[in-house]
């Protein structure tokens, strides 16, 4: 009697987890530092000093039964208390710490958040391109996922096709800003749009639709991007967390979900994502790392290598000529392929060991993404390879 | 449109939670050290130094990058192997990595056996007494749970009211040995019989009925006590673990599921496990939590307290004329109550300053729960206690 629709899943194969692992071969092969690897979004830069000093110092210093005691469904109460305070100095908002539930990383953020505010059956739009892990994420919830397609001229919001897919059955909406894969920053007309579109929608409906935002990449912005925060625009808004870029602890799971003080029911949210967490089976990150986290709440490692890489390959892309949208956050860039079928592009670079990312899976075809979060030296080797792989398959004259 | 499912369900109180609120309060009217809190199921002996150790060598010798990076989402390969070697060693098994999916704790790893080996609709049996907390792991995942009633002579299996409830529609058996609440562990006797009636009924209805075992307290049993390996005895079984008791670190939420490699589909369960993971928005322990407890995966912190306190309080019990069954393992007694409403007899305890729990929740009314996960010198302090209160409140005579 095993579960037919997760059996069914395992025939499903991740197009990047497949690069990733031919790099690795490859690497065995050849040597790693000669594979120009811009499969995985991993963090390429260590976690701060300061985080690793804490759990040194709290394993050295503080009573076992408090630092590994159970941690109240929630999270820690003072660590909510602090991530609450630390957004409301950061982005003049006024969350308490009943408006903060403690995850295991985004993932387990926007799990708990879907399933707070929508029912079997409801609609959620995201945009083009999009995180793939979106789709199980929402549809295992019960709930759908619709996909409006791409605004491929700046990678904002294509406002004409959401208003089309909007509807009565749509009870949230899912941004992701900064972006993965496209690595375009929503500006602040583009979120002042997309709120006043919801609010007309809401009132049309009669209901509710929250406004959930992912938000990874929050810390990863370059200079110039207008990044605003989300949340400060929508009453009806969520903001999901994790600490795995901008503290480079992707391991360690943890994040969080902010609700909007201003949203409708926003003083139980937070308390039924306990409840739906009895359900799912998730119960708090780790004691330890919560506190650790809480402690070093304002640093971040050191994302400065992430700009330095997007501005190498911007410019060396658009030297080349491929047509690409200069990324304001993130470690992604998301150039147009040389030909219509990304994957046949894709698996030409292959050959010049250069592991691109196709688009077909983030809801936009014809594009690649590259995921620079690696060695600089490594991206500029990789600058004559892409030059070579341009003029030998595409005649590219730059 | 928040969800009214989880809406409602914040109308629920936990009588557990609401007891251990009152013992803190009251403690601090007249000092914690004066209130006999046997509400709460924490361990109250610290982590082994082992842990501590290579935590703080691991953060201040290793790769950050390595120890905090993404785990894959069945578990660190390493840690799975270590894993199912110490099994193998420990209970004549032959588990290999791939058995072994890494779970945030036993709660974690319950919601993910549960969705392998049951669709929506399809019922699951466990037997009273039992954690409450096996409704909500349960029926959120669709599947409806089933309570057979106690067999209260001596906390074993009632099994003339389990092949009654029996049916085409179970999927999957729950059994959580030694039990939380009633301190018993199951004898070879009651799991070889177990085992019989499942094999019987799989041939019976013509389809698999899977046994998942959660194992929290499966470190912690008391000498004499015949307390087997569950899996070594039925083939389409599941091991649930958590280390948060054998090595007192309830707040890492770590633990995992063991998948008998004799049972149907057993190469696929823990990889479906990483696909339901997905939809559930769990992705792995703590990274390095996962290294740590690796290391130190055959050691146990002193759980020596707990034997020693359990048999002060049955003699003690006994002594008194309380209608007891000696506990083979955990940290909880389940004596009967002086009177027929539980509730009753722990309200009238209060007056003493004597936290007991009442039996209703854990569907065996008429009892109650003693965790003594406490000092040792406060159970021998409570002792006067209790013998006044069954004298004053119910005329007993010792």
Redo the contacts between chains.
């Keep these: 009697?095993?579960?037919?629709?997760?059996?069914k899943?395992?025939q499903g194969k991740s197009i990047i987890r497949e690069l990733s692992e031919y790099a690795t071969a490859r690497g065995k092969e050849i040597g790693y530092e000669n594979v120009f690897d811009y499969s995985l979004g991993?963090?390429?830069v260590?976690?701060t000093d300061s985080y690793?000093e804490e759990?040194?110092r709290m394993?050295?210093q503080e009573?076992?039964?408090t630092?590994?005691?159970?941690?109240p469904s929630l999270g820690i109460e003072w660590v909510r208390k602090t991530v609450a305070d630390s957004l409301n100095r950061r982005f003049g908002m006024d969350y308490e710490a009943r408006h903060i539930f403690m995850?295991?990383?985004a993932?387990?953020?926007?799990?708990?958040a879907v399933?707070?505010?929508?029912?079997p059956g409801?609609e959620i739009l995201t945009f083009a391109p999009f995180f793939p892990?979106y789709g199980?994420?929402v549809?295992?919830?019960g709930a759908v996922l619709k996909v409006v397609p791409a605004n491929t001229e700046n990678f904002q919001i294509n406002f004409e096709a959401f208003e089309e897919m909007m509807n009565e059955h749509v009870?949230?909406v899912l941004v992701n800003t900064p972006n993965n894969p496209s690595g375009i920053a929503y500006s602040t007309e583009t979120i002042r749009r997309l709120a006043e579109v919801m609010e007309r929608k809401q009132k049309e409906y009669g209901?509710?639709?929250?406004l959930i935002s992912d938000e990874p990449y929050r810390e990863i912005v370059f200079a110039g991007a207008d990044a605003p925060y989300v949340t400060k625009f929508y009453d009806n808004s969520i903001s999901c967390y994790s600490f795995s870029k901008s503290l480079?602890?992707?391991?360690?799971?943890?994040g969080y979900v902010a609700v909007n003080p201003r949203a409708?029911?926003a003083d139980?949210?937070a308390?039924?994502c306990g409840?739906?967490s009895?359900?799912?089976?998730?119960?708090?990150?780790?004691?330890?790392?919560q506190l650790a986290v809480a402690k070093v709440i304002d640093d971040t490692s050191d994302l400065s290598v992430y700009e330095t890489n997007m501005n190498l390959l911007y410019d060396a892309l658009t030297r080349i000529g491929f047509e690409v949208v200069k990324p304001g956050g993130t470690f992604y860039i998301f150039p147009k392929a040389l030909e219509e079928d990304a994957c046949a592009f894709c698996n030409k670079a292959k050959k010049y060991d250069l592991i691109l990312v196709p688009s077909d899976n983030f809801g936009c075809p014809g594009y690649f993404r590259m995921a620079y979060c690696i060695d600089t030296e490594k991206v500029k080797r990789s600058i004559p390879v892409l030059e070579k792989f341009a003029r030998e398959e595409y005649g590219m004259k730059f």
Tied chains: 1, 2.
């Design positions: 009697m095993i579960n037919e629709t997760y059996k899943m395992l991993n963090p390429s260590p976690c690793t759990i040194i394993h050295q009573n076992p039964m630092i590994h005691g159970y941690s995850t295991s990383g993932a387990g953020a926007i799990a708990h399933r707070c505010v929508t029912k409801d892990e199980p994420y549809n295992l919830s009870a949230a209901h509710d639709i929250f480079s602890l992707p391991g360690e799971r943890i409708t029911d139980v949210i308390v039924m409840q739906i009895r359900g799912i089976g998730h119960n708090c990150p780790s004691s330890s790392v």
